[in-house]
Every structure is written in C-alpha cells, then in structure tokens.
C-alpha cells in the first residue's frame, strides 16, 4: 500500500466516523454539533495539504515503512 491511498483511506474513515458519532451523539441536541468539529478539522487538513505540499500524516507513514507511490 502507498502513502497516498493510505491518507485517503485514513481521512475517509475519520471523516465517516465523525458523521456517524454526531449523528450519535448529537441527534437530540442539533446545536451543539460537537463531532463536526473533528469532520472540519480533517477537511482543513486536506485543503492545507492540497495547497501547500506538505501533510503530517504522510510524514508519519514514511516513518512506519509505506512506499510513495
């Protein structure tokens, strides 16, 4: 597996997960949309990641062994 499919399927299953526990967790109280908060915290990350170059979390896979590809 390469770094990239491998972020892709990370931010991918945050991204499901915070969906599913907001839905959760906040399905009575629409007004505290606490989970959403990690949604856009990942969000933010790809759209940084897509303007400047640089991710975290591919740092963090090149040190555990995954391949560029």
Do not use: D
Request: charged share 10%.
């Amino acid at each position: 597996m390469t770094i990239q499919r491998a972020i892709r399927i990370i931010a991918g299953t945050f991204i499901m997960l915070s969906v599913f526990l907001s839905s959760l967790y906040n399905g009575v109280e629409l007004s505290e949309p606490t989970w959403l908060w990690f949604t856009l915290f990942v969000g933010a990350n790809l759209f940084q990641s897509g303007i400047t170059q640089w991710c975290l979390m591919e740092k963090i896979l090149s040190k555990l062994g995954l391949k560029h590809g």
